[in-house]
């Protein structure tokens, strides 16, 4: 019996909304069609601040924060940007609650050489009101600029070289955390690839250390980058992360929330089309409508507006390895559905957000990494898709780049796309001459831009993707050059699409469609192995 | 005007099977004055004209130049380089060497507290993309000269003026550094150089400038006026602000 995530259309099945962009559209997908639904939320914990501090006092693989801290002692609190959750959580944010608690217990133990840095990475700079929106009113008025501020990881006289791992890579980390008598990581892991020894490695470093992990020959090698066991990605981070572990005193909080992105009026655009109540059909032909009139800022200003209702679901503290492990099951427990049977085409609709579009334009490169990179990523075991199958995704991919935000990423996409769509060439022709330019640069450091170096990053990610998929049809775009400079052919309705994939040929296709968002991820079982019926990691 | 933004592929090194990234030898080619500091080009020349050897001649200066400020108003609207001509004919009779000695208190007592916060950060930024820097000004090169030494620029193409025996004719020599002569200027120097325009940087504040940003590959607004920000964000070219520290 399949799992009740799991839903196969019939002939009187009504037709998918999903979102294409920052609309709602009424899809029609053939009888026979799978649809992988989000799971429901699991319960969030009733008293979240009692779980941080049962976390924080019952460590795994470490000794207790408590034992760990001593009066004049300097200790950096890094914590995960705005990349995560998506779109950014009701406050009080899960970060807000456990540097509440953590700052608390570092003022009880006479430890007041406390700052906290924004983990950033590489990316764009957060503006106060969103770091304000993370760490909470009373802590932002307390210790914002001169104590809460953005990693930069183009600050060379605070960055500071900490090893090298086993195969020659170098770690350069934030000095002030790298320098620190105890560095203390709150994390939010929001899918299986965040958290674990990426917090410190990737969130607190530079360029030059996320050469060695962020590259096509990586993602290539990863299978999924959302399964930790799998990934190429995570494995040579961790080298990395063990560098860290091994230079500094780490001790790192990994939270995890359910899959609540909807508040209650529009917790139905998870469900099954074929059980919504009038109510909810009557609010969905309603959304439909008002989404496909509205001017695109009307749009995005609807969904920027309302913060997203997740529930803190786990807190697990100690050791990066320890905790993270934790922190994935309980990730997994949220979002995997057990499945069988790659299909031939790999229906996914892109919505409005990413990690990298908070408060901004969801851009077409940014298309491109949730299409081909994140959706395409959300399985373990193998791929959703049979290998040389297609992708059709429903987006408009508009010819619109946020000006602040994604200035490198015009220049990325309109000049070296047009070069060339191989990722190893683009990496080795161009990425660090790029990656050096100094308005760029100037922008990332001054500005709230992404690193230049980020827009390569960002078409990497889509690298085992790209190389797994023979097809990938966009239906909906109001351009064709944007696609076709991807790589991508477009159709101008679903039945077009379909036919397309077919290539001609009087058969009968194998549809999935992953009904995205919330996030919801597939436990496929491999070709060739027996069928599970209840996969790894369903609660 | 469509962006002209090729990059040029570089060579494979047949030894290490990559390619070279670095490509051919670029300039970051500044406009100074709004870009890098918040003084214009009448700032200085106020501290020459009432720095002067005794009251009276700071006066009489000043009374000639407050007649021309008007002539001065009107070309500032509408032509750059006429506007900066009238502003250096203050300059006649001075000498050389108190032109020299003032050049360096215009920089201590002027310009240096009024370099943007992160003006530095970008210089360097440039320097070490492997570009050589060159500011284009049009200010006088006695005053720019000591910003170039400060922030490492490697060259300065700025106004100078005509001396006849050592004192000032209130005329510039040629080229004069304003509006889209500037963009002339450029194009010869890099191809004096060697430098690919397509690769080269240039980086001003002002729409009079449009013209210089034009000509390189990556044209970027700093500290953009209204009109230049307006155009900056129509072609995507960079923009930002170096009034606010990193």
Redesign the interface.
Known sequence: MDHPSLVTLDSDSAPRVVFAGDRLVEVDLPPGTRCIYPKPPLAGIKDPDAAIRYAINHPHGSDPLHAKLRPGMRVTIAVDDISVPLPPMRRPDVRERVLTIVLQMLADHGVDDVEIVIALGIHRRLKAHEIRHIVGDKIFDAYYPERLYNH?A??KANIKHVGHSDHGEVLNLNRRAAESDLLIYVNLNFVAMNGGHKSVAVGLCDYESLRHHHNPGTIRASDSYMDPAGSKLAHDISRLGKVAHKALDIFTIETTVNNRMFDKNLDFLMKNEDDLNGKERLLSKALVAATAKLPQPARQAIFDKFPAPYELTGVFAGSAEAVHQKAIQRCFDQYLVPISGQADVLVTPIPFISPYNVHAFLNPLLVQVLAQGYLFNMYRGAPLVKKGGTLILLHPCTDK?D?EQH??Y??FF???LP?TRDAMELM??????FA????????F???H?YHPAHPFFMWYWGENGRQHLGRVIVVGADNEYIPKMMGWETAVSMEDALYRAKGGQARSLDITLLHVPAIVMGDMTPPGAPKSSSGGGAS | MPRK???I??QLDTRTG??D???PVAA?YFDVDGTLVSTNLVHPTLYYLVNQGTPVQSALRLGKALIQAPRMAVAELLDRRTFNELLFSAYAGMSEDRLEVLGEDVFKEIMLPSLYP?AK??VA??L????DVVFVSGALECVIRHLAKLLGATEVIANRLEMKEGIATGKMLRPVVAGPEKARIIRDHARAKGYDLDEC?A?SDSYSDVPMLSVVG?P?AVNPDRRLALMA?AY?W?????R?P?
Not at chain 1, 428 to 433: D, N
Not at chain 1, 436 to 443: F, I, R, T, V
Not at chain 2, 128 to 131: D, S, V
């Open positions: 930069d183009e600050d780049f000006h200035a490198p015009v220049d309109h000049q070296l070069e080795h022709r161009y990425e660090r001459k050096s330019n100094p308005a760029h640069l100037q922008m450091r001054n500005g831009a | 933004f090729l990059l592929s570089p990559l390619y990234s670095r490509g970051c992160s950060a970008l930024q440039s070490a993309a492997g570009h940087f980086f990556h970027a964000r995507s960079p923009s930002f602000d170096l606010q990193i």
